[in-house]
């Protein structure tokens, strides 16, 4: 599968939402990989999928976390994930 093959771009075909369209998480993160990319000389990135992953895979976390006021099961399952493996994440990030 090729990226144009999965969902359109919300808004003008560019990822920037129409005026009517509130812009979704996807492209928030589109955009800021994008963004990223622009920065840097494309040709020197690798492993872009698992440092993508693992910039994100925090503050996902700790977002869920504050929503649930810090109840790790609630969290958990708003993660879709067990509370052991909560735990586990949360472990392997160390301290802030």
């Given at each position: 599968?090729?990226?144009?093959?999965?969902?359109?771009?919300?808004?003008?075909?560019?990822?920037?939402p129409s005026p009517?369209?509130?812009?979704?998480?996807?492209?928030?993160v589109r955009l800021?990989?994008?963004?990223?990319?622009?920065?840097?000389?494309?040709?020197?990135?690798?492993?872009?999928?698992?440092?993508?992953?693992?910039?994100?895979?925090?503050?996902?976390?700790?977002?869920?976390?504050?929503?649930?006021?810090?109840?790790?099961?609630?969290?958990?399952?708003?993660?879709?994930?067990?509370?052991?493996t909560l735990r586990?994440?949360?472990?392997?990030?160390?301290?802030?």
């Open positions: 599968m090729k990226m144009d093959d999965m969902e359109p771009p919300v808004g003008d075909g560019a990822g920037t009517k369209q509130p812009l979704l998480l996807s492209d928030h800021a990989v994008m963004d990223y990319l622009a920065r840097l000389d494309a040709d020197e990135v690798s492993n872009l999928y698992t440092m993508v992953i693992n910039e994100v895979e925090r503050p996902l976390i700790q977002a869920a976390l504050e929503q649930c006021g810090h109840n790790q099961s609630k969290a958990a399952h708003m993660l879709g994930m067990s509370r052991s586990k994440k949360m472990a392997s990030f160390g301290p802030q």
